[in-house]
């Protein structure tokens, strides 16, 4: 069943970004992206996250424009990598992503990792893409408490966006408030734990809704304002993380779901990171 996913969240800057995207981390350039992004397109997505990092820009474009949906009803994410990083050359990677990926207008670009030293010229760089209107929106990824402080406080725009690995087992508290007194939008990276998702309570709770448990831990995402953007090669897959609309999660099932943080993390510690 194609699934036509509306839901959106509201950016601080009026721009509607939706509420489920794809991630194609690990994906490969090449059929493998292309056939993944027209699935997803297909399913009734209508966000697409990437990066310079994921060697994989060329194919989401093509994808893209193979899909055959217009570009006005897209939401494409792309980051500036590590390497990429300082004012002029930050400008220099925008070009490069956005030749590749054949796009005049990027809807949303990222700083990867608050690489030390370097973020806050990155991030005037992303403000200049702003005011250019090369950019509809602008963000970060990984930023802890204290680089959103350092960010905000010597900066002229308030970044849109803050995307971190998100989920059950790393809710994040401390970062998402942050953002809420911002209206910074939270967004998840491995929403779903990396494949980890062997958790009797959620098992169990998967089971109540009659539900994977991929389709709980997202829809526990969405309850709680959060984009996310689950990553899969499968069509199948693609399908059914996209099949989220149709239950909602009880207020005591949410919070079981809130209990299950250890602050786990199944990705990279942005503050103990070798940029």
């Known amino acids: 069943m194609t699934v036509h996913n509306t839901d959106s969240v509201e950016l601080h800057n009026g721009v509607k970004m939706p509420i489920l995207g794809l ?9 493998e992206v292309i056939n993944v992004v027209k699935s997803s397109i297909q399913a009734g997505y209508r966000s697409i996250d990437t990066a310079a990092a994921y060697g994989n820009e060329d194919g989401v474009g093509i ?3 193979e ?4 570009r006005e009803e897209l939401f494409i994410t792309t980051k500036v990598w590590n390497s990429s990083q300082g004012y002029d050359s930050t400008l220099r990677a925008f070009d490069e992503s956005r030749k590749k990926l054949g ?20 991030w005037r760089a992303l403000e200049k893409l702003y005011r250019d209107g090369a950019v509809r929106a602008i963000g970060v990824s990984n930023f802890q408490v204290h680089h959103l402080e350092d960010v905000i406080s010597g900066s002229e725009i308030v ?8 989920h059950p087992r790393l809710t994040q508290l401390d970062v998402r408030s942050i953002c809420q007194a911002h209206k910074i939008q939270v967004e998840a990276w491995s929403p779903l734990m990396q494949g980890n998702l062997d958790v009797p309570m959620i098992a169990k709770l998967a089971e109540k809704y009659n539900k994977s448990a991929a ?13 996310v953007i689950p990553k ?22 949410s919070a079981l779901l809130d209990a299950l943080n250890e602050n786990h993390r199944f990705g990279p510690d942005p503050d103990n990171f070798d940029f």
């Open 215 to 227: 389709q709980l831990i997202l829809r526990w995402g969405i309850q709680h304002g959060i984009v």
């Open 103 to 122: 796009l005049d207008v990027i809807d949303l670009y990222l700083v990867h990792w608050p690489v030390i030293g370097k973020y806050k010229d990155t």
């Open 159 to 166: 970044p849109m966006v803050n995307q971190i690995e998100l």
């Open 232 to 253: 899969s090669v499968n069509p199948k897959r693609i399908q059914e993380n996209a099949a989220i609309f149709d239950f909602t999660i009880s207020a005591e099932d």
């Open 67 to 70: 899909s055959g949906i217009a």
């Open 63 to 65: 994808g893209i424009k």
């Open 23 to 31: 991630g194609v981390w690990k994906t490969k350039d090449g059929e």
